[in-house]
C-alpha cells in the first residue's frame, strides 16, 4: 500500500512551493519560527504562501503580535549584554588581547544602544510623507554607520579583504531596501521591520568580534561555557538529529558521523537546531552546548518537503543503530503538543528494542494552544521522553508555544493513573529570537519550540559526556533534567509549564544536597549517609575554631547521588587550585559550578566563641556564659585541698556544660596534684600571665595543642626542685559535651542536622619552669597531642580517621615584670603532626604554628583589680601535605567504583590574628570577682585585612 504523506509546515528560512495535502494524519512540521515576516515585499509574500499553508495561518497569526513587540524584548536582552565581560570571563581558551578587546566591545554596544533607542523613536515617528524628517533619521543611521566603521572596520577588512562598506554596510542596507542616500527608503517601515534591521546589525558586526556570540538564552538557562568545559564538552555522547539536511555549515556538518534519510532536501532548519547543540567555541558564531558532541543524522521528509510518522520511525531506528543516546525530533503536528500517533511509533518493535537507552526530545509545537485531549498509551512500551515548549528571556511562556494542558497518557482501561499526565513530562527553554546558524557560514534569528528542544539536548549531552553509564537508564537522565528545573508558574507541575525552565547548572549538579552518599574504602557495597559531609565540604574542611588554621588547598571529596536505577558521582572542590584541573583516576574536571552551589545551599553564617562571661555578645547577639564557685577546705598536714565547679553555657540555645576542678598543694605552692573535668588546659599550663583558659583553647595562642584535648578529664603534677626551677607534668582528654560551636561555627545555623562522631584525642605535656631573678621567669614544655579521630581539632564526621594522628609540640615563653604592676608574657608553640591511617595519612609531615603576647596589669583602678590585653596567632598549618583514599568512578564507561587516593597541600595562605581585651575586679571582701572581656579576631590573606567575628560580655565567679 502506498505511504501517506502529508505537508510539512516549514518554518525556516527558505518556504515550499507547492503542496501534497492528504485527509490523515495531520501534517507534521518542523517547530520553527523565523524573522522571513520581515523580509522584502510581506504582503505579496503572505499572499502567496497563505493559501499554501492553510492552517498555519493560524500560527502567525499568533507570533505576529510578539514581533511588534520586539522593541520591548530587545530591551530586556540588553542588560545581558552589559555583563558580557563577566560571562567571558569563564571562557578559558579566550585569553590576552582577545578578551581585552571584547572589554573594548562591551563599552561599544553600551554606547551605541542608547543611541539606537533615539534612532528608533524619531524613525518611528516620522511621517512617510515628512522629507526632512526622514532625512534626519537617515542623518542619524549614518552616525551610527561611521560610529561602527570607526570601530569595526579593520577587523572587517582584515576578515574580507573588502572595505567596511562593500563587505557590510552596503550589503545589509540593501537587505533591508534602505539607501542612507535616499532618505525616501526608510518610510514605512514597521518597528518590527526597524528592530530586525538594528537587531541584524548586531549581529553581523559581532561576527568580526573574534568571539562567539553570547545570546540571551545562555542567562536563562543557567549555562555558561565553563560548564561545558568542565563536563567535558559532550565529547562522549552521540546526538541523534531527525530533522532537515545540514549542507552548507562545515562546522556542524563535521560533526555529523552518520547521515542517511529520504532525501537531500534542505531549508537551514537542521543546521539552525544542530548548532545550539555542536556548534564550536572557536571565537565566530554560535556556540554550542555540547560542541564536542557527535551527531547522526536522518531527514525524514522528501524532495517535496513532505513526510509521515513511518518515516520518523524508520530515522529513529537508523539512529539507535548508530547508538544515538538521545533523539532530537524538533516536528509536531499542528494543534497537538504530543500527538496520539506518536503512541505508533514508540511502540513499533523496532523502536521499542533500543529506546531503553534513548532519551527522546520533542519540541512542543507553535499554536499556543494548550492540549487537553488525552492520548491512549502503551506503558508496556513508554520511552523515557521530554516535551519541551518555549519561554521568552523573562521565563514567561512564549505566547506561541504550546503547552501540555491537563492531557493524560492513559493506561489500557483508558485510566488516568498518578503522575500520568502530560505536564509530567513537560519543560520549557527559551525559543525566541534565538542565534542559529543559518547554514550558509552565517547567523540568523529564529523562533520556536524548534530552538528550545535542542538546549535540553544539549545538556543531555552534558550529562552523558560526565557519566556515560547514564546511557543505560535513560528515565534517570529524564528525572535529572524534570527535578533540576527552575519552578515556574504555578508552584510545582503546572498546566503551562510542566516541571518548569531548564537550568544547565542544576541538572549537572546534586540535585537534594541532604541525601548525598558516599562509601567507605573497607567496604564498597555499604553507603552511608553523608548529612553533616556536605556540610563540611562546603566550609573547605576548615575548623572555624582554629579559625583557618589548615586548609584542604588540593583536596576534593567524591559523594554520590541516586538518580532512578543508578547513581552520579561528584568531584567537589575544595580549593580555587583544582578549579580546571582533572580528577585523579577519572580524566574529569573538577566542578567548580557544584561547589559554589553546594556553599549557597548551606549559606552558614558567622559565629564567635564565647566562652567566658555571664552576658557575652557574639556579632550582636547576646548569650549565656557561665557562673563559676569553689571552695577550700582547712590545711591538714600542711596541704590544702581545693574544690571548684563550674557551670557555662556558651549560648542562649545550648545546653549547660558542667566542669569540675580538685586540687591538693602545700601552702608555700611547692607542690600540688591537680585533677578534673572540663578545660583543664589552663590548670596544666603555663601560669603567670597565661592563666586564662582561652589561651588554651582551640584558637587560642599558648599551646593549642593541649587545647584540641580538653573538655574531658585530666590530671597533673608541679613540684619545686631548685632555687627557682620547677618541673610539671599533665595528661588530659577530650570528652563530654562538646562545644562545636568552637569548631564549626560558620556551619553551625546550616539547615542540615550534622550528626558527628564525638572528637576522641588525648594530650601529654611535660614543663620545665625557671625563674631567672625577681623579674624574668622562663618556660619550656614538651607537648604530644593523640587524635584518634581527627587531624589538629578538625573532627572526622565518619570513620575517616581510623588510626591516632600524632602531633609532637615544643613551647617556649616567659615573662617579664616591668614595674608598676605591669608584666608583659609571650608564648610560642612550633608542631609536627604524623599519621598512619587506612583512608586518610599524613604524606608530608604537617607543620604549624602558634604564638601569643600579653601585656598585664594588677592594680589598674583599685589594689586587687587586673586588667589584661593579649595579641595571639592561634594554630596555623606552615607546611604540610596529606594523602586521602576515598572510594570513586574509576570506569567512567560502566560507573564501575573503585579507590582512587588524591594528595594534598594543607598549608594555608590565610592567616588568622587574634586580640583580646580583659578586666576583672573582686567584690564582697575577694570572694566574687565580676569582669568584662572584648575580643576580635582578624583574617589577613596576604593581599588585605578582614575582621571576621567578634565577642564581648562578662564574667561572674563566686568563692564559698
Not at 744 to 749: A, F, L, V
Amino acid at each position: 500500500m502506498q505511504k501517506t504523506k502529508t505537508v510539512l509546515s516549514a518554518i525556516a528560512a527558505l518556504m515550499l512551493t507547492g503542496s501534497t495535502v492528504a485527509a490523515t494524519p495531520p501534517p507534521v512540521k518542523p517547530l520553527y519560527g523565523n524573522i522571513n515576516p520581515f523580509y522584502g515585499n510581506i504582503g505579496a509574500y503572505w499572499g502567496n504562501i497563505n493559501p499554501f499553508w492553510g492552517d498555519i495561518g493560524a500560527f502567525w497569526g499568533n507570533i505576529n503580535p510578539f514581533w511588534g513587540d520586539i522593541g520591548a524584548f530587545w530591551g530586556n536582552i540588553n542588560p545581558f549584554y552589559g555583563d558580557i565581560g563577566a560571562f567571558y570571563g569563564n571562557i578559558n581558551p579566550f585569553a590576552g588581547d582577545v578578551k581585552a578587546h571584547y572589554g573594548n566591545i562591551g563599552a561599544f554596544w553600551g554606547n551605541i544602544s542608547p543611541f539606537w533607542t533615539d534612532i528608533n523613536a524619531a524613525w518611528g515617528t516620522v511621517a512617510p510623507n515628512d522629507a526632512a524628517g526622514l532625512a534626519a533619521v537617515s542623518g542619524k543611521l549614518s552616525d551610527m554607520v561611521a560610529r561602527s566603521k570607526a570601530f569595526w572596520g579593520a577587523a572587517v577588512e582584515a576578515r574580507t579583504g573588502k572595505s567596511f562598506e562593500d563587505a557590510f554596510m552596503t550589503p545589509l542596507l540593501a537587505k533591508f531596501g534602505l539607501d542612507l542616500a535616499n532618505p525616501a527608503s526608510l518610510a514605512g517601515k514597521t518597528a518590527a521591520q526597524r528592530w530586525e534591521f538594528m537587531i541584524t546589525w548586531y549581529d553581523q558586526l559581532m561576527e568580526f568580534s573574534g568571539m562567539d556570540h553570547v545570546d540571551h538564552w545562555m542567562k536563562t538557562i543557567n549555562w555558561t561555557p565553563a560548564i561545558t568545559e568542565q563536563q567535558g564538552e559532550g565529547k562522549d555522547a552521540i546526538i541523534g538529529l531527525i530533522d532537515f539536511t545540514i549542507a552548507g555549515d562545515a562546522d556542524v556538518k563535521s560533526k555529523l558521523s552518520y547521515f542517511n534519510g529520504v532525501s537531500t532536501f534542505t531549508n537551514g532548519h537542521g543546521a539552525g537546531v544542530a548548532s545550539l547543540i555542536v556548534a564550536a567555541h572557536d571565537g565566530r558564531g554560535v556556540m554550542g552546548i555540547a560542541p564536542n558532541a557527535s551527531v547522526v543524522a536522518y531527514n525524514p521528509f522528501d524532495a517535496t518537503g513532505t513526510t509521515s510518522f513511518a518515516d520518523i520511525k524508520n530515522g529513529i531506528v537508523a539512529l539507535n543503530a548508530n547508538n544515538a543516546g538521545i533523539i532530537n525530533m524538533s516536528l509536531g503536528v499542528t494543534g497537538w503538543t504530543l500527538h496520539p500517533d506518536w503512541k505508533g511509533v514508540f511502540s513499533d518493535p523496532q523502536v521499542a528494542a533500543s529506546y531503553r537507552n534513548t532519551v527522546y526530545v520533542i519540541a512542543a509545537g507553535n499554536d499556543g494552544s494548550s492540549q487537553s485531549t488525552n492520548i491512549a498509551w502503551d506503558w508496556a512500551n513508554d520511552p523515557a521522553l521530554i516535551v519541551v515548549g518555549s519561554v521568552g528571556p523573562d521565563g514567561t511562556i512564549s505566547n506561541f508555544s504550546n503547552r501540555p494542558g491537563t492531557a493524560c497518557l492513559l493506561d489500557a482501561k483508558a485510566k488516568c493513573n498518578k503522575d500520568a499526565q502530560l505536564m509530567n513530562r513537560f519543560m520549557v527553554a527559551p525559543g525566541e529570537l534565538i542565534l542559529v546558524s543559518d547554514d550558509h557560514g552565517g547567523v540568523t534569528r529564529q523562533s520556536g519550540t524548534s530552538l528550545a528542544a535542542p538546549l535540553v539536548s544539549g545538556t543531555i549531552a552534558l550529562l552523558l559526556d560526565r557519566w556515560p553509564w547514564l546511557a543505560d537508564y535513560p528515565k534517570a537522565t529524564v528525572e535529572i533534567l524534570l527535578r533540576s528545573a527552575k519552578d515556574l508558574g504555578a508552584k510545582g507541575v503546572d498546566p503551562v509549564y510542566g516541571w518548569g525552565l531548564l537550568d544547565v547548572a542544576a541538572a549537572q549538579s546534586v540535585l537534594d544536597f541532604s541525601k548525598l552518599k558516599f562509601y567507605e574504602v573497607s567496604d564498597l557495597l555499604a553507603p552511608t549517609n553523608l548529612l553533616g559531609f556536605s556540610a563540611k565540604s562546603a566550609g573547605k574542611v576548615r575548623s572555624d575554631g582554629i579559625k583557618t588554621s589548615w586548609e584542604a588547598s588540593g583536596a576534593y571529596f567524591i559523594v554520590f547521588e541516586d538518580a532512578d536505577k543508578t547513581e552520579r558521582d561528584f568531584a567537589i572542590p575544595l580549593s580555587s587550585r583544582l578549579y580546571g584541573q582533572k580528577v585523579a583516576g577519572s580524566g574529569e574536571l573538577f566542578q567548580q559550578f557544584i561547589y559554589d552551589r553546594l556553599v549557597e545551599w548551606i549559606k552558614g553564617g558567622k559565629q564567635g566563641s564565647c566562652t567566658l562571661g555571664l552576658l557575652c555578645m557574639t556579632d550582636g547577639v547576646a548569650t549565656l556564659a557561665f557562673a563559676d564557685s569553689s571552695v577550700t577546705l582547712p590545711a591538714f598536714d600542711g596541704l590544702n585541698l581545693s574544690f571548684g565547679y563550674t557551670s557555662r553555657q556558651d549560648d542562649l540555645f545550648a545546653e549547660p556544660a558542667s566542669e569540675m576542678m580538685l586540687r591538693l598543694g602545700d601552702a608555700e605552692g611547692t607542690f600540688a596534684l591537680n585533677a578534673g573535668y572540663g578545660r583543664g588546659a589552663a590548670v596544666l599550663g603555663f601560669q603567670g600571665s597565661f592563666s586564662v583558659s582561652s589561651d588554651y583553647a582551640a584558637d587560642g595562642g599558648v599551646n593549642p595543642l593541649l587545647g584540641f584535648a580538653q573538655g574531658g578529664a585530666y590530671a597533673g603534677a608541679n613540684i619545686t626542685v631548685g632555687a627557682g626551677f620547677s618541673l610539671s607534668a599533665g595528661m588530659t582528654a577530650a570528652g563530654g559535651p562538646l562545644v562545636l560551636d568552637d569548631v564549626y561555627g560558620r556551619i553551625s545555623s546550616s539547615p542540615v542536622d550534622i550528626d558527628f562522631d564525638a572528637y576522641d584525642a588525648e594530650a601529654f605535656t611535660f614543663a620545665a619552669s625557671y625563674q631567672a631573678g625577681a623579674d624574668v621567669t622562663l618556660h619550656v614544655a614538651y607537648t604530644q597531642l593523640d587524635e584518634k579521630n581527627g587531624v589538629l581539632g578538625v573532627r572526622a564526621m565518619q570513620d575517616d580517621f581510623t588510626a591516632s594522628t600524632i602531633t609532637d609540640g615544643m613551647t617556649i615563653g616567659g615573662d617579664l615584670h616591668l614595674g608598676g604592676g605591669f608584666t608583659l608574657g609571650l608564648s610560642a608553640t612550633v608542631g609536627k603532626t604524623r599519621t598512619s591511617s587506612n583512608d586518610l595519612a599524613v604524606a608530608d609531615a604537617i607543620e604549624s604554628t602558634a604564638f601569643e603576647a600579653a601585656l598585664a596589669k594588677r592594680g589598674v583602678f583599685g589594689e586587687n583589680d587586673f586588667a589584661r590585653i593579649t595579641f595571639s596567632q592561634p594554630l596555623h598549618v606552615e607546611a604540610g601535605t596529606m594523602a586521602y583514599s576515598q572510594v570513586g568512578v574509576v570506569n567512567r564507561l560502566t560507573g564501575e567504583l573503585g579507590v582512587i587516593t588524591q594528595t594534598f597541600d594543607i598549608a594555608s595562605a590565610e592567616r588568622r590574628f587574634q586580640g583580646e581585651l580583659l578586666y576583672a575586679t573582686p567584690f564582697l571582701e575577694g570572694r566574687g570577682e565580676i569582669g568584662a572581656f572584648a575580643k576580635a579576631a582578624l583574617v589577613d590573606d596576604g593581599m588585605r585585612q578582614t575582621v571576621e567575628d567578634y565577642s564581648g560580655g562578662m564574667t561572674l565567679r563566686f568563692s564559698f
